[in-house]
C-alpha cells in the first residue's frame, strides 16, 4: 500500500516558488513544523465568473515577497504518489493577481487571483450595433479588443445575426446575455473568450471531456436536493416588427400559462432564440448533488458529465453535469469539492 501524497507546482511571473511553498517553517511553542503554504484554494465554475485562486502562506520568518498586482501565477495540482489515486500533476492554467494582504501576528500573506483580468475594457459599458453577422463574429470581434482569443462552439458561430444591440453594457454582461440567450456558456478562462453550447463536454481549449463515474465510498460527505418542477408550458417573447412598427410575439410552447420574457427584442430570430433558451431552461428538472471528494481529482472540469453510484436510487438514475469544482490543498491533504446538476 503506498501513501496517497499530494502535490503541486507554482510559477509566479515564470519562477517556480514549489520549493519555498513546500519548505517546513518551525513554529512557536514546541508544535511540529509545517509547510509554509497553509492553504491553497482554486475555485472553477461553468460560467459568468471566473476562475479563482486563493493562497494562504506563512510569513512568520519575514521571507516571502509580497506578489505584485498583476503578476500571473501558475499552478499545476495533483498527486505525488498514491495506491488509490493517479500520479502525476494536472494544468490548472494561470492567474492574475488582484489582491495581496499581509496581516498579524501571526505573520499571514493571502493572495487573491483571477483566471481573467477583469479590471479592464472588458468591464467598460459600450454602446454598439451589429448587423447581418454571424455570433462567431461578434465573439471574434470582443475577444480581439479585449486582447483575448476566441473559441465559439461550431454549432454556434453559424448563428445568422440580423440585429443586435449592445446597450449600456460592458462586453463581459453583454457575451454573458449571448449565452444565456442561446443556451450557451460564456466566460472568459487563460485568455481564450469561450461560447458552447451547456453539456457540451469540452475544456475550455477545445479538449473533449471524459465522464467521470463517482462512488459514495470516494467521498466523505454528500447533500441532494430536489425542488418541485416549476410548471412553464411556454415561454412567450415580444420582438419589434420594424415593417409594421408593432409589436409581435414567439411562443415557445403553449401560449395559455405561458411564462413571459420581460425584454422586447430587435426581431423575431433573437425573441426567438431567446424563448427556446428559457423554456430549455425551464425543462430541467431542479435537482442539485454537492459532495466532497477525499481524494481530490484535479481531472474534473466544469461542465465534465458525471455518473454516481452507491447513493439512493433516485440520485444514481440522475444524469449529472459539473457545475462548479473547488480543489482544496493544504495541511490534511488535497480534497475536491464538486456541484452537480441534472444535464438535461
Not at 499581509?102 to 487573491?112: S, W, Y
Not at 457540451?200 to 463517482?214: F, Y
Amino acid at each position: 500500500m503506498i501513501a496517497n501524497i499530494p502535490a503541486i507546482r507554482v510559477l509566479v511571473d515564470g519562477k517556480d516558488i514549489t520549493p519555498m511553498l513546500v519548505g517546513k517553517i518551525p513554529q512557536p511553542h514546541g508544535r511540529p513544523p509545517r509547510s509554509r503554504l497553509i492553504s491553497l484554494g482554486i475555485t472553477e465554475k461553468r460560467g459568468g465568473e471566473a476562475d479563482q485562486l486563493d493562497l494562504v502562506i506563512d510569513d512568520t520568518d519575514g521571507a516571502v515577497p509580497l506578489p505584485r498586482d498583476g503578476a500571473r501565477i501558475h499552478v499545476w495540482l495533483g498527486w505525488k504518489q498514491g495506491s488509490d489515486v493517479t500520479a502525476g500533476l494536472v494544468d490548472k492554467g494561470w492567474f492574475i493577481v488582484d489582491e495581496a494582504n499581509h496581516a498579524g501576528p501571526p505573520d499571514l500573506i493571502t493572495v487573491r487571483a483571477r483566471a481573467a483580468d477583469f479590471t479592464g475594457d472588458i468591464k467598460t459599458r459600450r454602446e454598439q450595433g451589429w448587423h447581418d453577422t454571424t455570433l462567431g463574429a461578434i465573439v471574434s470581434e470582443i475577444a480581439g479588443r479585449n486582447r483575448l482569443t476566441a473559441r465559439c462552439a461550431p454549432a454556434l458561430a453559424g448563428i445568422a445575426v440580423t440585429a443586435k444591440a449592445q446597450t449600456g453594457e460592458s462586453d463581459l454582461a453583454f457575451i454573458a446575455r449571448i449565452g444565456r440567450e442561446h443556451g450557451a456558456v460564456a466566460k472568459v478562462v487563460r485568455d481564450v473568450l469561450v461560447v458552447s453550447p451547456i453539456s457540451a463536454g469540452v475544456t475550455p481549449t477545445g479538449k473533449s471531456l471524459a465522464t467521470v463515474t463517482i462512488a459514495r465510498r470516494d467521498g466523505d460527505s454528500h447533500q441532494f436536493s430536489r425542488q418541485k418542477r416549476e410548471d412553464v408550458p411556454g415561454v412567450t417573447a415580444t420582438w419589434h416588427d420594424r415593417a409594421s412598427g408593432k409589436r409581435q410575439e414567439f411562443v415557445a410552447g403553449k401560449k395559455d400559462g405561458a411564462k413571459r420574457i420581460r425584454k422586447v427584442f430587435g426581431n423575431e430570430q433573437d425573441a426567438a432564440t431567446a424563448a427556446n433558451a428559457a423554456k430549455a431552461r425551464a425543462g430541467r428538472e431542479p435537482v442539485s448533488l454537492t459532495l466532497t471528494l477525499a481524494l481530490g481529482r484535479p481531472d474534473v472540469h466544469p461542465e465534465t458529465k458525471a455518473t454516481v453510484t452507491g447513493y439512493k436510487a433516485v440520485i444514481d438514475a440522475v444524469a449529472w453535469l459539473v457545475a462548479e469544482v473547488t480543489h482544496t490543498y493544504g495541511d490534511r491533504g488535497y480534497t475536491t469539492g464538486l456541484r452537480l446538476e441534472a444535464a438535461n
